[in-house]
């Protein structure tokens, strides 16, 4: 396969590139939401995890009552995500305040993911937005925290939008930069690597 900045193929992300840039405008909008109704999206995102947790509760409930349904200890991971589901649904504002704690370690993982693909997609069109996404993230994370947990109300949805915008931006423009690969580069690329195997192989 052709690899370019040794971890992508031309061919694979050209091939995508569309379902990208439709995905990039989708997080896109869905980031103006929390931009513009930051406490909407605080509630949006609490009672998400509200129902993750109550959905993961019901599935560890069966499995466990299926195969360890006389273990004590079994039965401790479906009760957390249960107590954890129920304080998310009847105590949303306090719920909020303990996601914005989880959502400033996010955004530093998230920083970190942006700035390693970034700088491993490099020199290809777009991946300095990476950059700046991943710069933009320590930023919100370090203001957050600041401020937690007194603003979490305004600052979870607000933060959840402006860094769902800035990842549909990124994906927008990574999904045009790889659109724009043509034809003929693909197949420069793959005749470069079947010549690198030729001489490889005459070598050995």
């Given at each position: 396969?052709?690899?370019?900045?040794?971890?992508?193929?031309?061919?694979?992300?050209?091939?995508?590139?569309?379902?990208?840039?439709?995905?990039?405008?989708?997080?896109?909008?869905?980031?103006?939401?929390?931009?513009?109704?930051?406490?909407?999206?605080?509630?949006?995102?609490?009672?998400?995890?509200?129902?993750?947790?109550?959905?993961?509760?019901?599935?560890?409930?069966?499995?466990?009552?299926?195969?360890?349904?006389?273990?004590?200890?079994?039965?401790?991971?479906?009760?957390?995500?249960?107590?954890?589901?129920?304080?998310?649904?009847?105590?949303?504002?306090?719920?909020?305040?303990?996601?914005?704690?989880?959502?400033?370690?996010?955004?530093?993982?998230?920083?970190?993911?942006?700035?390693?693909?970034?700088?491993?997609?490099?020199?290809?069109?777009?991946?300095?937005?990476?950059?700046?996404?991943?710069?933009?993230?320590?930023?919100?994370?370090?203001?957050?925290?600041?401020?937690?947990?007194?603003?979490?109300?305004?600052?979870?949805?607000?933060?959840?939008?402006?860094?769902?915008?800035?990842?549909?931006?990124?994906?927008?423009?990574?999904?045009?930069?790889?659109?724009s690969v043509s034809d003929d580069d693909?197949?420069?690329?793959?005749?470069?690597?079947?010549?690198?195997?030729?001489?490889?192989?005459?070598?050995?």
């Amino acid at each position: 396969m052709t690899i370019v900045g040794r971890m992508f193929d031309k061919e694979t992300l050209k091939k995508y590139s569309t379902q990208t840039i439709i995905a990039g405008i989708l997080m896109a909008l869905l980031g103006l939401v929390g931009v513009f109704a930051p406490s909407l999206m605080s509630l949006v995102v609490v009672n998400f995890l509200a129902w993750l947790f109550l959905f993961s509760a019901i599935v560890q409930g069966v499995i466990t009552w299926k195969s360890y349904r006389n273990s004590f200890s079994a039965w401790l991971k479906p009760a957390i995500s249960l107590i954890t589901a129920i304080l998310l649904l009847f105590f949303p504002f306090e719920g909020v305040a303990a996601v914005g704690i989880m959502l400033a370690a996010y955004l530093l993982v998230d920083a970190y993911s942006s700035l390693s693909f970034g700088w491993e997609y490099r020199p290809n069109k777009g991946w300095w937005l990476m950059i700046v996404n991943g710069i933009l993230s320590i930023v919100l994370a370090v203001i957050f925290m600041i401020d937690w947990p007194f603003s979490s109300i305004v600052l979870v949805g607000l933060f959840v939008g402006i860094s769902l915008f800035f990842d549909g931006i990124t994906l927008i423009a990574f999904g045009l930069g790889a659109k724009s690969v043509s034809d003929d580069d693909i197949a420069k690329d793959k005749d470069k690597e079947e010549n690198q195997q030729n001489t490889k192989e005459s070598e050995q």
